[in-house]
């Protein structure tokens, strides 16, 4: 993709949106959005009036490489920010020659795993085993394993991968590096969210389709303040929150139709490069193995959106610091330690009612 082609596909938004919407997100994280702009009509307004003018968004296919070079990935991928396809960059490590659901029950069925369920409102969770999670795939459930912490508790498995080729395509200045890797059967669907994280994903084994939007088209996702580590595109409908495989322009999701981005379908061996604060939605062709291997380089997601990046470090619950330190351990935790904190916001809610009522008799 050429410059000029780069500057038109953000055509839609104007500066002053843009900025005035950049307003909104820091008042919403340091405020809330109940206290200060809450009346946000007149902007949308605003938005539906312009944005139909540039024409229908498109999705484009991202760019497939074969044989990228290391200093054309970084010079120009990386440093713009744009999102590639390296072909089949990891068809002979060891993890695409030999991984599948029978070779991880065989392995580590017994794994003892924080499985939640991102497809329900409030995430509910439960403790379960990695052989279970592959027993309701391979029998047509719908359980998705999201984030397993692979490495971390079988580092064995690091010569699966060329870990030496990633951490070539790794920014300078890294606060950490992770291997997450995602395991669900076909037709299971990751709704549209971002992250800070940079991401080289390996396609493992099966399928998986991605759709991606630049964090330019924040105002029209509109989310809500990030959560832990990653902010999720918010459900204005029944349906849920927007989906970009089965796209419904209807009101509330109208401006969808005005903004533009990219797809791609992985197949085994193919590694896509996913910058910082890209919306994407992920929805598993086949039955999937996937592994994000991720990193954090400040600086490197501060350029691409230096909002984001000022909140996420100063208006997170819980801070950036400790959502971290769960995070290399185990992201799933670091749900559970959220949904643990709500419960006992909810018993002890429920524990002042019960009082109360007693006083009142």
Request: aromatic residues 16%; positive net charge.
């Amino acid at each position: 993709m050429s410059e000029n082609e780069y500057r038109d596909f953000i055509r839609s938004l104007s500066f002053s949106q843009k900025f005035r919407y950049g307003i909104f997100q820091f008042a919403d994280h340091f405020l809330g959005r109940k206290r200060m702009f809450s009346n946000r009509a007149p902007y949308y307004k605003e938005l539906k009036e312009t944005m139909p003018k540039h024409g229908e968004g498109r999705i484009m296919p991202i760019e497939r490489r074969k044989d990228l070079s290391l200093e054309e990935f970084k010079n120009h991928y990386v440093k713009k920010g744009i999102p590639v396809v390296m072909e089949g960059a990891a068809k002979d490590w060891p993890c695409v020659q030999k991984w599948s659901l029978e070779y991880f029950k065989e392995l580590h069925g017994k794994d003892e795993i924080v499985l939640v369920d991102q497809a329900i409102p409030g995430y509910p969770y439960e403790l379960t085993t990695l052989a279970d999670v592959i027993d309701n795939i391979r029998g047509g459930g719908s359980k998705y394993y999201r984030f397993y912490p692979l490495l971390a508790r079988h580092p064995e498995h690091l010569n699966d991968f060329d870990y030496k080729w990633l951490k070539e395509r790794r920014n300078p200045l890294c606060w950490f590096d992770a291997f997450q890797v995602f395991i669900g059967g076909q037709g299971s669907y990751t709704a549209l969210h971002n992250a800070n994280q940079s991401n080289l994903f390996v396609q493992v084994y099966g399928e998986k389709k991605w759709v991606l939007y630049s964090h330019y088209y924040s105002p029209v996702v509109d989310p809500p303040p990030v959560h832990n580590v990653y902010r999720s595109a918010p459900a204005k409908s029944e349906a849920g929150p927007f989906n970009p495989f089965e796209p419904d322009y209807n009101y509330p999701y109208e401006l969808y139709k005005n903004i533009d981005g990219y797809s791609v379908h992985l197949k085994p061996g193919d590694i896509l490069w996913n910058p910082p604060f890209y919306w994407h939605a992920v929805k598993n062709a086949t039955d999937s193995i996937g592994v994000g291997y991720r990193w954090l380089s400040p600086f490197y997601s501060f350029k691409i959106s230096p909002l984001y990046m000022l909140l996420d470090c100063f208006a997170t619950k819980p801070p950036i610091w400790k959502a971290y330190s769960l995070y290399k351990k185990d992201i799933n935790e670091l749900h559970l330690a959220e949904f643990k904190k709500l419960e006992e916001a909810k018993k002890k809610i429920a524990e002042q009612e019960a009082r109360k009522k007693a006083a009142a008799k």
